[in-house]
């Protein structure tokens, strides 16, 4: 990934109107985390980890993107850092709290579950495969299909929420998406 997507994302962020809004999962789970630490997974231009940051999270922002980075740089509760997730490891049982918006890297998912403390929560929404999808990205390995959240996330976590739904993305485009709350366990078997 490093520096292809490095630059792809660091051109996106500079050139493009990207939501500052944050998604509707994040507003309605968030604050029902026990704990103030918190992880936002590529965290882009900071909507997540700004608000988490007014709701008294201690957020580590993690992005490729420099420039998304620099932004970040110098707001109070958010420590920003540049990582090519390629590589980048997660710390253990750290986090009362990750989101991950718009970013899928499977590779990622047991280091999630690794990284949270028990009884934390992940907050992942993304897109679905669909064949109604109006937008479809260059790589098909970015989308999830089907259950494939469920499979998973059931051993580690319970899943309090797991929906798919139909949406329009910032672009006007209509695109299949899913969204999931899952507690870590306290007690893995």
């Not at 918190?38 to 993107?65: N, P, Q, T, W």
């Not at 590589?87 to 999630?112: A, G």
Request: net charge negative; proline share 4%; glycine share 4%.
């Amino acid at each position: 990934m490093a520096q292809e997507d490095k630059e792809r994302w660091n051109e996106k962020y500079q050139n493009n109107q990207i939501p500052d809004e944050p998604v509707k999962l994040v507003k309605d789970y968030a604050k029902h985390t026990t704990g103030k630490q918190a992880l936002d997974i590529a965290c882009g231009m900071g909507r997540h980890s700004k608000y988490l940051a007014s709701l008294g999270f201690e957020v580590d922002a993690l992005d490729v993107s420099s420039v998304a980075i620099k932004q970040l740089q110098d707001i109070p509760h958010i420590h920003a850092k540049e990582v090519d997730f390629d590589t980048h490891t997660l710390p253990k049982e750290h986090y009362d709290l990750i989101v991950c918006t718009y970013f899928l890297e499977r590779r990622l998912f047991p280091q999630m579950i690794e990284a949270l403390k028990p009884n934390g929560l992940i907050l992942l929404e993304t897109f679905l495969h669909d064949e109604n999808n109006e937008r479809i990205p260059s790589n098909p390995d970015f989308l999830l299909q089907k259950g494939e959240l469920e499979a998973s996330f059931t051993k580690g976590c319970e899943l309090l929420h797991l929906v798919e739904f139909s949406a329009i993305d910032y672009k006007g485009f209509k695109t299949m998406k899913t969204a999931m709350v899952a507690r870590k366990k306290s007690c893995l078997a």
